[in-house]
């Protein structure tokens, strides 16, 4: 099995930073894949920054400029570096892992449990 635990998230004032943090643990050979998706109450999920295991970036177009995502393919850990909160950006944010190769030969995607992060104006 493959798991993903996500710490980091809070409550912060507006324009205020916090970091979120995404460990993949269990079977993984490896994972193409991994990001970030938020979704706020009565809203969709979205997509808000992913990146490939070879440093490919994609942003949602609200975050560009303001979120930074980062990954350590050694630690199978991604973050996400998020500046210049807006209230807007309140959601509960879920960590993804897209194409995880087991070390069984098994292909997955997983999801953390979700953080909290609530933007105060």
């Known amino acids: 099995q493959v798991q993903l635990v996500e710490s980091g998230g809070g409550l912060v004032q507006a324009g205020g930073s916090l970091r979120l943090s995404c460990a993949a643990s269990?079977?993984?050979?490896?994972?193409?894949?991994m990001g970030w998706y938020r979704q706020a109450p009565g809203k969709q999920r979205e997509l808000v920054a992913a990146?490939?295991?070879?440093?490919?970036?994609n942003y949602a177009d609200s975050v560009k400029g303001r979120f930074t995502i980062s990954r350590d393919n050694a630690k199978n850990t991604v973050y996400l570096q998020m500046n210049s909160l807006k209230p807007e950006d309140t959601a509960v944010y879920y960590c993804?892992?897209?194409?995880?190769?087991?070390?069984?030969?098994?292909?997955?995607?997983?999801w953390g449990q979700g953080t909290l992060v609530t933007v105060s104006s």
């Open positions: 993804n892992a897209d194409e995880v190769v087991t070390t069984h030969g098994g292909y997955l995607e997983v």
């Open positions: 269990g079977s993984i050979f490896s994972i193409n894949a």
């Open positions: 990146i490939t295991s070879g440093g490919s970036t």
